[in-house]
């Protein structure tokens, strides 16, 4: 399981992605999550502004990625 680590909480769904590097933009994040491509806590997640928490876990692409705090 792949680690994400962000500095603050929430953060939303499609930042993720963006940032991570899975996505090379914004409007690509939105539409793969609103295309039903992305899994949160084992539930397919259509919201692309979903906020996320430490603790989340992400299901992307065949990979899993778990959210946590840094600090």
């Known amino acids: 399981m792949n680690q994400v680590f962000?500095?603050?909480e929430p953060v939303e769904l499609y930042k993720i992605l963006k940032f991570e590097g899975l996505?090379?933009?914004g409007a690509e994040a939105k539409a793969?999550?609103?295309?039903g491509q992305v899994k949160l806590n084992g539930e397919f997640e259509t919201?692309?502004?979903?906020?996320i928490?430490?603790?989340?876990?992400?299901?992307?692409?065949g990979e899993t990625y778990?959210?946590?705090?840094?600090g």
């Open 66 to 70: 778990q959210v946590q705090l840094e």
């Open 23 to 25: 996505r090379a933009s």
């Open 53 to 61: 928490v430490a603790g989340d876990v992400i299901e992307f692409e």
């Open 6 to 8: 962000i500095n603050k």
């Open 47 to 51: 919201q692309k502004r979903k906020q």
């Open 32 to 35: 793969a999550i609103a295309d």
